[in-house]
Each structure stands twice: as structure tokens, then as C-alpha cells.
T-cell receptor, first 115, second 112 residues
């Protein structure tokens, strides 16, 4: 199994809603990532988890709350989002986080629309 | 900071044409360099990588050489196919934790 699975594929939410994005991998990878990709822009790193601990937070607003319940799962909890947060949210994983040339495996993403 | 600059698209080519997509990177540290490809409606997939100067990454007919003297990592393919139509991202890594910086992406459209 060399897949990173993200659910849901599409999500529409209001600014007062609370929702969660889910990501799962069964490759035994110990590093997992959240990226945000706006239309026609490159992915931007949001968070890095290494061995289930938050290693990097790229100054992301607190309305985005990541969680890593175990080594295979990564969640992104959303609350009080703004319309400008509408984007494709990509999850990725790699074997480790502390070596330079590790390949990132990406999921297909969740297309989020905030109304 | 670390950055990657690549040519903006879209690039439109006829099938079997030669492809070059230019990419340059900031020369801080000793980065690894990558090309990722994103097909419509999908996440990114690693196409090829190079980890040190003069390394050549190759996959599926695509090639790129890590040129330290020109801080470049240009993507080439001798004969493109319609199935190569996608967005191509050049990327570099930073030391320590895996912080990958992507270029803006170049959309390639191959017409029959």
C-alpha cells in the first residue's frame, strides 16, 4: 500500500462550522504533513509531525488545529474559517522528517470551500 | 530565505516535441532538488530527484541535472506525449526537518 488517503474529497462549510479533514497512510511513515494549495499556486507547508509530535507550525492561524492520534492518522480540525481559507488541503507523508532527500507521498487532497 | 524560481506557463507543445522547463534555486545550504508532477484532480507525485551537484535524476523519459555552478535544475524530455499534460513543480529541500519549498508550477499542455 503506497497511498495516502484523504477524506472528504470535497467540503463546503460556513464560517461558524466546525469540521475535520482526515488523512491516513499505512506505509509505516513517521513524518506527516499538511499543505495548503490555492488555485494556480504552489503548495505551502502548514504543519509537520514527526513521530506523532508536532515539529513545525508555519505560523498557521489557530483556527486550524492539527492532531496526530497515531502514526497512521493525521487530522486537521477547522473552526471559524474565513472565505480566504478556501483551498486544496494536501496531506503528505515520508519515511522520516530529518533527512534531506526523502520522497513525499501526497494524497489527492480535500477541496475546501468556506462560504 | 530558500526559494525556487521556475518559468510560468502554460507551455503548449505538440506531441513528440522537445520539452524544457527551467528551474533555478537559491544556493543556501546543500539542498536536494526535486520535480513533482500534479495531474488534474490529484495530489503531487515525485517525478525525479537529485541530491548533490552533477547528479542526474531521471524517470519516464524525463531528466534533470543538478547544476551547482548555475544553481539550476531544468526539466527535459525528448518527446512529450499527450499523457504528460500536467502541472510540474520544481522544489528544493532544506536541512534539518523536511521543509520543501515549491516553485510556482508550470502547466504543460500537449496537443495531438
Amino acid at each position: 500500500d503506497t497511498e495516502v488517503t484523504q477524506t472528504p474529497k470535497h467540503l463546503v462549510m460556513g464560517m461558524t462550522n466546525k469540521k475535520s479533514l482526515k488523512c491516513e497512510q499505512h506505509m509505516g511513515h513517521r513524518a506527516m504533513y499538511w499543505y495548503k494549495q490555492k488555485a494556480k499556486k504552489p503548495p505551502e507547508l502548514m504543519f509537520v509531525y514527526s513521530y506523532e509530535k508536532l515539529s513545525i507550525n508555519e505560523s498557521v492561524p489557530s483556527r486550524f488545529s492539527p492532531e496526530c492520534p497515531n502514526s497512521s492518522l493525521l487530522n486537521l480540525h477547522l473552526h471559524a474559517l474565513q472565505p480566504e481559507d478556501s483551498a486544496l488541503y494536501l496531506c503528505a507523508s515520508s519515511r522520516y522528517s530529518q533527512t534531506q532527500n526523502e520522497k513525499l507521498f501526497f494524497g489527492s487532497g480535500t477541496q475546501l470551500s468556506v462560504l | 530565505g530558500d526559494s525556487v524560481t521556475q518559468m510560468e506557463g502554460p507551455v503548449t507543445l505538440s506531441e513528440e516535441a522537445f520539452l524544457t522547463i527551467n528551474c533555478t534555486y537559491t544556493a543556501t545550504g546543500y539542498p536536494s532538488l526535486f520535480w513533482y508532477v500534479q495531474y488534474p484532480g490529484e495530489g503531487l507525485q515525485l517525478l525525479l530527484k537529485a541530491t548533490k551537484a552533477d547528479d542526474k535524476g531521471s524517470n519516464k523519459g524525463f531528466e534533470a541535472t543538478y547544476r551547482k555552478e548555475t544553481t539550476s535544475f531544468h526539466l527535459e524530455k525528448g518527446s512529450v506525449q499527450v499523457s504528460d499534460s500536467a502541472v510540474y513543480f520544481c522544489a528544493r529541500n532544506s536541512g534539518g526537518y523536511q521543509k520543501v519549498t515549491f516553485g510556482i508550477g508550470t502547466k504543460l499542455q500537449v496537443i495531438p
